[in-house]
C-alpha cells in the first residue's frame, strides 16, 4: 500500500470508525508493523484545569489505550480480538494549552495469551514527554473480530 | 486563586455538587458529575453512544473508563480534602477487569494515603452490580503543589 493509502486505512479503522476515537479527533499519522503515531489536536472540551487550559489526564489515556492498541493490531498475523488488560501512565509534565499532542505506540512483544505496549506522548520532541505509558492487552479475547483488530494480518501479507 | 476555583470552594461549602463538574470542561464533555444520593460520594459517567470503543461487543472505550476513573478521585479530592489547587496527577494504573456494556458507569475513590504532597487513592468502577467492577485503579496526585 502507499502511505498515504495506508494511513487513510488505518485512519477508517482506527478511529472514524470507533465512536470514541472519532469523539476525541484522534488522527492516525504514522504507522509500520509495531508502531503506531497519533495526534490529537487541543480543544477546549478536554480540558481538565479551567484556569491554565491543560488537557485532562484521561483525554490522553484514551488516546494513549487507542494507539497502543493500534500497536498491537499492527502485530497480528490473523485476525484476533483482543482488550485491554492494564495501562500505567506517568505524567511528567502538562501538556502545554492548544498544543496538538503526538502519542507513539510500540508493541515490543506479543505471545498468544498477552501483547506488551509501551507508548510515549510529546509535543514534537519524544525526548522532552509529556507522559510514557506501559500496557498490556489480552489476546484472543471475546466477540467477532473488528475491522481494526485483523489489519495486522493485511500489513504481513503485502509486506514487501 | 482564580474565579473557577473560588466558585468551586463556594460550590463544596454549599454543598453544591453539580457546580464540581461544571468547574471541568472534560467532564462535562464526557457526561461526567458526582452524586451523594446513597450518603457516599459517586461519580457517574452517562452512557452516550460516541463512549464505545468495540463496535461489535459493543464495550466502552477503555480510555473512557480511566478517564471516569481519574475525575472521580478528582471529585473526591476536591470535596474531601481543603485544596488550594487542583490535584495534579502524577501516575494512574489501571487495571481492566471486564468489558464495559453500554450503560452508565460508576466509580467510587477512596483516599489510601494522604501525604503532605502526595495522595495516594484507589478507585473501583462498575455497572449495574457493584460486586462485579469493570475496572479497578491506582492513582497518585500532587496536592497543594506549587504551579
Known sequence: ?160 | MSLRLDRLRKARDAGDLAALAEAIPYAQWMGMAPENSTGELLTRMRYKPELIGNTHLPALHGGTIGALMEMAAIFHLLWELDNESLPKIVNITVDYLRSGRPVDTIAKATVTKQGRRVVNVSVEAWQEDRSRPVAAAQIHFLVNAAP
Open chain 1, 1 to 160: 500500500m502507499a502511505d498515504e493509502l495506508k494511513l487513510s486505512v488505518f485512519q477508517a479503522w482506527f478511529s472514524d470508525t470507533i465512536p470514541q476515537n472519532k469523539a476525541l479527533g484522534l488522527q492516525v499519522v504514522g504507522v509500520r508493523r509495531g508502531v503506531a503515531t497519533m495526534k490529537l489536536e487541543w480543544q477546549p472540551h478536554l480540558v481538565g484545569n479551567p484556569e491554565t487550559g491543560v488537557l485532562f489526564g484521561g483525554a490522553l489515556t484514551t488516546m494513549i489505550d487507542a494507539c497502543s492498541g493500534m500497536a498491537v493490531a499492527t502485530m497480528l498475523t490473523e485476525p484476533s480480538p483482543f482488550a485491554t488488560l492494564d495501562l500505567r501512565i506517568d505524567y511528567i509534565k502538562p501538556a502545554t494549552p492548544r498544543q496538538a499532542v503526538i502519542a507513539e505506540a510500540t508493541c515490543f512483544k506479543l505471545t498468544n495469551n498477552v501483547a506488551f505496549t509501551r507508548a510515549v506522548a510529546h509535543h514534537g520532541d519524544p525526548d522532552d514527554p509529556i507522559a510514557s505509558s506501559a500496557g498490556t492487552f489480552m489476546m484472543g479475547t471475546k466477540g467477532s473480530v473488528l475491522q481494526a483488530q485483523s489489519i495486522g494480518a493485511r500489513l504481513a501479507k503485502e509486506a514487501p
